[in-house]
T-cell receptor, first 110, second 115 residues
Framework: GENVEQHPSTLSVQEGDSAVIKCTYSDSASNYFPWYKQELGKRPQLIIDIRSNVGEKKDQRIAVTLNKTAKHFSLHITETQPEDSAVYFC?????????FGTGTSLTVIP | EAGVAQSPRYKIIEKRQSVAFWCNPI?????LYWYQQILGQGPKLLIQFQNNGVVDDSQLPKDRFSAERLKGVDSTLKIQPAKLEDSAVYLCASSLWGGATYEQYFGPGTRLTVT
């Protein structure tokens, strides 16, 4: 089955700096790559996603890039703010089956 | 649109007791997932339903866990008997059937503590 690896497991940045989280996947059949933000005690919330026919997608301060050849995708957060502090999960999907990374705990230091 | 609903939100039980969780997916979502999320880890799929049929239950500990989705809508997940290592958040999610890709939406989860 699919295997998704996520790095780093923890990340601290100064407010205003950028944060980058990277994921790799193993199955070339994966065709949908969502990113979720999970605040403490809350449900994972979909923040951005990308489909395999697109190389990059941006939504305000958040962007995701996909390299299908290398089987990796990344989340980029610019101009980080304290409210960006949370755990972020990547996932790879084959049809309606989802495989999650282990999460990155992001701390934005004011 | 209304989101995925789950109850209860919190449950504390002693080991060897039984517990049941309920999930109501987003209206029209044919696919329903139950995940187990242990503190500090990503969600781990326990079982996936397509309508009322099981798509994947390969990681469900079938000696103690069971799940059903009657009429292809609501679902219940049961643990009997519970063990200490079952302490986790149990997340229900749903996605819409159709097309080549599927957006998945999560419920608020049930935090289970087994003492």
């Amino acid at each position: 089955g699919e295997n998704v690896e996520q790095h780093p497991s923890t990340l601290s940045v100064q407010e205003g700096d950028s944060a980058v989280i990277k994921c790799t996947y193993s199955d070339s059949a994966s065709n949908y790559f969502p990113w979720y933000k999970q605040e403490l005690g809350k449900r994972p919330q979909l923040i951005i996603d990308i489909r395999s026919n697109v190389g990059e997608k941006k939504d305000q301060r958040i962007a995701v890039t996909l390299n299908k050849t290398a089987k990796h995708f990344s989340l980029h957060i610019t101009e980080t703010q304290p409210e960006d502090s949370a755990v972020y999960f990547c996932a790879a999907s084959i049809g309606n089956q989802f495989y999650f990374g282990t999460g990155t705990s992001l701390t934005v230091i004011p | 649109e209304a989101g995925v609903a789950q109850s209860p939100r919190y449950k504390i039980i002693e080991k060897r007791q039984s517990v049941a969780f309920w999930c109501n997916p987003i209206s029209g979502h044919a696919t329903l997932y139950w995940y187990q999320q242990i503190l500090g880890q990503g969600p781990k799929l326990l079982i996936q339903f397509q309508n009322n049929g099981v798509v994947d239950d390969s990681q469900l500990p079938k000696d103690r866990f069971s799940a059903e989705r009657l009429k292809g809508v609501d679902s219940t997940l049961k643990i009997q008997p519970a063990k200490l290592e079952d302490s986790a958040v149990y997340l229900c999610a749903s996605s819409l059937w159709g097309g080549a890709t599927y957006e998945q939406y999560f419920g608020p989860g049930t935090r289970l503590t087994v003492t």
